[in-house]
């Protein structure tokens, strides 16, 4: 197995990238700021604010740190269609969509920010609810399997077999199942201020560091 040494010089940002991220961390307290100004939502758990823009913030680092690795069309096809699965599976057991419906309609939730602007529809047979932070973070994480998909394929046969028992894949979608992390188009105020995530946002986390930096990937 081919392992490799990560120096502290390569763990450390340099002044460039501490810059864009105290731009980006003041840009979103500014957000947030204007929200409850011009709002009129009363701010009653900090903590619960940031979890939108740790997982934004998160899943905008590991596929920026991935990038896009060289690969044939046929490649990339078929890692896409591994990936695009992969986010309807986390996508149907975090809560983005379900298989039933109490006939509500469409609405935009106004909720916090990263909590919202939140697109809801319930149908009778299907519900949708879109949160930014989770449809941002569930699709970083299928564009990290595909680049998964990508990489190990360059093994050949025992290199995509091996992939079922990426941990790193599945862990998300267990802890998930595990901590009941469903909603409704009718609750969806209700589950965005009041839902525990602090188990969601250290799985999500965990899944998109282990799929960015891989012992042995090159």
């Known amino acids: 197995m081919s392992t490799r040494t990560v120096s502290t010089d ?4 340099d002044r460039g990238t ?23 939502a009363t701010p009653t758990d900090a903590v619960s604010l940031a979890y939108p823009f740790v997982w934004l913030n998160v899943a905008a680092w590991g596929v920026s740190r991935v990038g896009v690795p060289e690969a044939s069309r046929r490649q990339w096809l078929a890692a896409g269609g591994v990936g695009a699965a992969y986010f309807l599976l986390l996508g149907g ?12 309609g469409t609405r935009i ?9 939140a697109f809801i529809y319930s149908g009778a ?8 932070f989770k449809l941002g973070g569930y699709a970083a994480l299928a564009y990290l399997v595909a680049v ?32 009941g992390l469903f909603g409704s188009a009718s609750t969806a105020a209700v589950v965005a201020e009041s839902q525990p995530y602090a188990l969601s946002t250290a799985v999500f986390v965990s899944s998109v560091l282990l799929l960015t930096w891989r012992p042995g990937r090159r």
Request: with cysteine; hydrophobic share 55%; aromatic share 10%.
């Open 148 to 179: 998964t998909v990508v990489d190990t394929a360059r093994t050949g046969f025992a290199g995509l077999v091996g992939l079922l028992s990426c941990v790193s894949c599945t862990w998300p979608v267990v802890a998930t199942l595990a901590a």
């Open 18 to 40: 501490l810059l864009t991220w105290a731009a980006v961390l003041n840009g979103e307290l500014v957000l947030v700021l204007l929200y409850f100004a011009l709002s009129s």
């Open 109 to 117: 939730a106004w909720l916090a920010p990263g909590w919202g602007p």
């Open 125 to 132: 047979d299907l519900t949708v609810s879109l949160l930014p």
């Open 93 to 104: 057991v975090g809560g983005l969509y379900m298989l039933h419906g109490d006939a509500l």
């Open 10 to 13: 390569q763990l450390a940002p």
